[in-house]
Every structure is written in structure tokens, then in C-alpha cells.
């Protein structure tokens, strides 16, 4: 279910891709417009990077195997990472073009009825990244969620273009047109550039504190059963699914089989939070008798000092190196 539903948003996103282009093409034609133009140009950007999307999607849907043991979820960020060089691409093409014309200014046509035609594809665009968004953010798809906020990006950029040609008609001033794509160009540089460094920073193996913390407030408002403590937490996160590792701290009177049972409850816990697609490996270190006071296993007949209560875990703690 959750498949169909990404495959038929990024198709959606292509077919209208496709028509919103042509559309502002049209536009950009009928008007003679620089600003319009470069504002057609983003519009391949969008086609080119939701026909990418589609194949990336279908790529990342197929279930982990013997070459690929952590699943094929990082080729979305490739996939994010090329629309941003896209975006960028687009900046460059939109600026040698604003900059020519602001040398040699071309004449206006139909710029009214071209900036109306424009405006309907940005608000057409604005609608389908919203439900790009959302359906990237509830179903954990990078690829849906860049091309979302990239569709966004595009109705600003619309909108500032509308209200700035409004003011060239108003005012005659046509060197305001150029100026308003160069505006674009370096509007597309930061957003090309932002999709690249959060993609990169995935490929990387990058830190995600964002995913660490929503560990660390799971474990301090679940009962962690027999295990004490954690540290040295390390997590990813690859397109939907969470690769996690964490050292887990058990009394070191349990048996072998006990302490293995209490990672297995503890794992099933964290799966409830990240998904049965998380991949949680662990690693079981003995309390070493450093935690009785943090201990509630009554049972215990060495510890040294009398349970009080469970320490709240901070994120410095999960993540620091153990030292026992």
C-alpha cells in the first residue's frame, strides 16, 4: 500500500511536471519575458528531476539482498543530491541568460496575459509539492520530500516574479525584468546548494541528532526492563529505514540466555518507534557493578550500593564511548 501510494505521487509529479512546463513555456514565449523564462527553466528542472525520482523510487523499493544487506534506501539520496545539482544548473542557464538581456534589453509582448498563464502553473506547482510533502514526510521518502520542497521553492519564486513584473507594467521599468531572473538565479544556487548538503551528509554516514534524540526520549519515557543503561548509540538513517547500533548495559549476573532476552525486549521496543524496516544491532556490556544505584533488579545479591531510582538519559550519555 505504502508503495503504491509513493510511486503513484511521483507519477503524479511527472505528469504534472510535463503540463506545468509546457504551460509556462508558453507564457515565457507569449511575453518575451526574461524573468518568465527563467522561471520555465526551473520547470525541467522539475520534469527532469521527478523522471530521476521515478526511477530512484523504484530502486529503493526493492527489499534488501545478499549485495545489498542494508537495503537499496541511500539511492534517494543520490536522487535528491542530482535535483539539487539540477537546480543548480538551472541558476547558471537562467543567469547567462538575464545577463544578456540586461546588456541588450529585448522588447515586451503579452507581458499580462503571460504573467497570468505563469501564475496559474506556480499555484498548480504549489499544490503538488504540498502533497509531495506531506506523503514524503508521513511515508519517510527523501525523494518525495526534496522534490516537495523544491515544488514550493518554485511557487516563491513564482509569486516574488509576479509581484515583481506587476511593477515593471505599472512602472515601464523593463531592466527590472532581468534583475528579477538573476534574483531567481542565486534563489536556485541556495536551494541546489542546501539538497546537496543534506544529501551528501547522508551518503557520508553524517550524525543524524535529530534521529538519536528521538531515541533517547523513547528510552526515557518506556521501561527498559533489565537493561540499566546505553551508550555509545550510533544511528543513521537511510530513505524509511534507521540502522542503529547501541551498547546495551545488563547486570552481569544474568545468564547468557537472560541478558539476551532482556536486548531482544529492548530491541522490539525501539522497532515500535523506528519500524520493523530498522535494522538495531547490539552489543551487551556487563554493569560491572558501576550502576546499583540506578539498578532495580531486586534479585541481585553483589551490588554495592542500594537501588535509588533510574537516571534520566541525556543524549551526551547515549552517545558517549563506555567505559567499562
Not at 507564457?27 to 521515478?54: C, H, I, K, P, Y
Not at 509531495?132 to 521518502?141: N, V
Not at 546505553?230 to 544474568?254: C, K, M, S, T, W
Request: glycine fraction near 8%.
Amino acid at each position: 500500500m505504502e508503495k503504491r501510494v509513493r510511486l503513484t505521487a511521483i507519477l503524479i509529479s511527472l505528469l504534472m511536471g510535463i503540463l506545468i512546463l509546457g504551460l509556462k513555456f508558453y507564457a515565457a514565449q507569449l511575453a518575451n519575458s526574461s524573468a518568465l523564462r527563467s522561471d520555465a527553466l526551473e520547470g525541467t528542472v522539475n520534469v527532469l528531476a521527478a523522471a530521476f525520482g521515478l526511477g530512484s523510487l523504484l530502486f529503493a523499493e526493492k527489499p534488501a539482498d545478499r549485495d545489498h544487506p542494508y537495503g537499496h534506501g541511500k539511492i534517494e539520496y543520490f536522487a535528491s543530491a542530482f535535483e539539487g545539482g539540477l537546480i543548480s544548473l538551472a541558476g547558471v542557464l537562467i543567469l547567462i541568460d538575464a545577463v544578456s538581456r540586461l546588456v541588450e534589453p529585448v522588447p515586451f509582448r503579452h507581458l499580462g496575459t503571460g504573467l497570468e498563464l505563469n501564475v496559474v502553473g506556480g499555484l498548480l506547482n504549489g499544490v503538488v509539492g504540498l502533497g509531495l510533502l506531506i506523503t514524503g514526510k508521513k511515508y519517510r521518502s527523501q525523494i518525495l520530500t526534496a522534490d516537495g520542497v523544491h515544488l514550493l521553492t518554485d511557487l516563491v519564486s513564482t509569486v516574488v516574479l509576479a509581484l515583481g513584473l506587476a511593477l515593471v507594467i505599472v512602472t515601464g521599468w523593463q531592466w527590472l525584468d532581468p534583475v528579477l531572473a538573476i534574483g531567481v538565479a542565486f534563489f536556485l544556487f541556495k536551494t541546489g546548494y542546501d539538497l546537496i548538503r543534506q544529501s551528501s551528509n547522508a551518503l557520508l554516514d553524517a550524525e543524524n541528532p535529530a534521529l538519536i534524540q528521538r531515541i533517547v526520549d523513547h528510552l526515557n519515557q518506556t521501561d527498559r526492563g533489565d537493561v540499566i543503561t546505553v551508550h555509545e548509540l550510533r544511528a543513521q538513517e537511510f530513505g524509511r529505514a534507521q540502522h542503529v547500533d547501541i551498547h546495551v548495559v545488563v547486570p552481569e549476573f544474568l545468564t547468557v540466555k537472560q541478558a539476551h532476552a532482556a536486548t531482544d525486549a529492548f530491541v522490539l521496543s525501539l522497532k515500535g518507534l523506528l519500524g520493523s524496516e530498522s535494522q538495531i544491532h547490539t552489543h551487551v556490556d556487563p554493569c560491572e557493578r558501576e550502576y546499583c544505584d540506578e539498578c532495580p533488579a531486586s534479585e541481585c545479591a553483589i551490588r554495592r550500593s542500594p537501588f535509588i531510582a533510574r537516571k534520566p538519559l541525556s543524549f551526551d550519555a547515549a552517545v558517549k564511548p563506555g567505559e567499562i
